[in-house]
């Protein structure tokens, strides 16, 4: 008689505090959720996993649709939220460095940063 050792896709798939997570890895099924459309292997290409890793994680989302989308579109409103947060709390920062003067001893590739930056400004100010 012989024992079938392959894990499951419930096995494959581990509810974590990030969410939904292929077992064994930190890539969660809300990261592969824009890549269904595509073959399989690109996929596991793309985020380094195994054929049935990938597999597993397709029928879970196949199967659960409904649920895993729902969370999805939570973790899309998150990092939206998120990144707004971290764009107001840099806006200072930033103006900040903007206009601090060149380090020392790179005043000539500082200016022809400028310069280059200039060029681009006017180049899409012409396209507008």
């Not at 890539?27 to 290409?45: A, E, S």
């Not at 054929?51 to 597993?56: F, H, L, P, V």
């Amino acid at each position: 008689m012989e024992i079938n050792t392959t894990p499951s896709n419930q096995e494959l798939i581990t509810r974590t505090e990030r969410g939904l997570t292929i077992t064994g890895t930190r890539i969660t099924l809300y990261d592969v959720m824009d890549y269904v459309q595509y073959p399989p292997k690109f996929v596991c290409g793309l985020f380094n996993l195994t054929e049935t890793q990938i597999n597993a994680a397709f029928a879970y989302i196949h199967s659960h649709r409904e649920e895993v989308e729902k969370e999805y579109q939570i973790v899309l409103k998150e990092a939206e939220d998120l990144k707004k947060y971290y764009r107001e709390q840099n806006r200072n920062l930033i103006a900040k460095i903007v206009k601090m003067p060149p380090p020392k001893g790179r005043e000539a590739a500082w200016e022809k940063l400028q310069a280059q930056k200039a060029k681009l400004q006017t180049k899409s100010e012409i396209s507008a």
